[in-house]
């Protein structure tokens, strides 16, 4: 066949690719027109698509029409103007031709020798974005610290935990693993629970301590000095912390510096997950809400959250990077190379879970190179302060209330119950929130605190405007008019 696709050729590859990004940057310049929560049933897929692949080549155009007809329905569309749902995980121009040119290099980079620039980029573009964020210096590469992009915080919280659980067994003996003790509030993302599985924590012995509105829903030092204690009079040994800057459900920031002591008073590990509100804390006025990472052991922020970094980009930085190594290094002859023993390069396969690694430094960089620190930190400032437009508005609405104080750009949000009937507000809520992602103009998502149903408005999708969130407003309002005569 004259036009065959073979598997890499220059000018077929200019020519599809110039198809889709037309095709890509047409889906951006119609996306309102999408529902923004997909609107298909489970299983929709399987009656759309043949049940084995083809035995010969289908046409670009034709796969191109299946995406619109078939895949696209089935889009949820994070980067639409009315998403608030979850968190954000930003799309933008230079991240997306970042990610484009790391698909086309498409290398493997687990050792500097698989690809030097990979590993270089990397080490230099989290020192920036670590000065950026004004990380203490022992987080820079110039010392025994380090960054490294892991694909998920989920990965970055198994990592530390792997480091700090083999660094306190190489101190008490390896028999000890099951008097291990880890911390964390109960607002934790339950990443940490799922690491300390994998690590072989037993699960009895993952302390989540409650933290309750009387703190906003930050964890408590004196709960967590007690609990301590407590576990350290029956023989236990607390190894490692937790804590949350802009926790999941409510944004709620745990006093670090408070906390961290008593980790380090311990010999604790102590690990800070700023998975989204860590982008916020570029702007001086926010990087207050870190004030105490000088004395935590590792810290991550989610670039592909709020930062305009395509997923996926993790930053993770440590303090003792050898604490990593020692955790999760193999060397296995089929990987040797001069530079590595003479311990002259970093090898990133050492610092994660799997060996294989993507050039995703290359969208970062890109990032901070044609955004830059200002228009990154307007970026951050125009959502907050969407976020309190949308705050305000509710105020002015005397049937809802906002539930927790907005910190960064998450409202938490109800409809009242009507007569103090709190398990009806809880289904009332829960109503509301279908009633509007049914729309599907607006996309919304909730959560629990204190056993009540509450509904999160997290402004921070690069398209939305202040028409998006009053369009959003109106939705709600008149879904809630509907329910609440309902409900009479
Ligand atoms: N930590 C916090 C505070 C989060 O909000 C999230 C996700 O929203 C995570 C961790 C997990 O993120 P990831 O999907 O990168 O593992």
Redesign the pocket.
Known sequence: MENRLKPMDAEQLREYGHKMVDFIADYYKTIENFPVLSQVEPGYLRNLLPDSAPNQPDSFQHVLDDIQAKILPGVTHWQSPNYFA??PSNSSVAGFVGEMLSAGLNIVGFSWIASPAATELEMIVLDWLAKMLKLPEDFLSAGQGGGVIQ???????LVVLLAARDKVLRRVGKDALEKLVVYASDQT?S?LQKACQIAGIHPENCRLLKATSSTNYALSPEFLSETISQDLTIGFIPFFLCA?V???SSTAVDPLLSLGKIAKSNGMWFHV????AGSACVCPEFRHYMDGVEVADSFNM?A??WFLTNF?C?ALWVKDRSALVQALSTNPEYLKNKASQANMVVDYKDWQVPLGRRFRSLKLWMVLRLYGLENLQCYIRNHIKLAKHFENLIAQDPRFEVVTPRIFSLVCFRLLPVRNNESHGNKLNHQLLDAVNSTGSAFISHTVLSGKYILRFAVGAPLTEEKHVNAAWKVLQDKATSLLAESL
């Open positions: 979850y968190y694909g998920t915080a989920s990965e970055a919280v993302h990443s949350t802009g926790t999941t997950d700023a998975a989204y989610n592909h959250k996926d993790s």
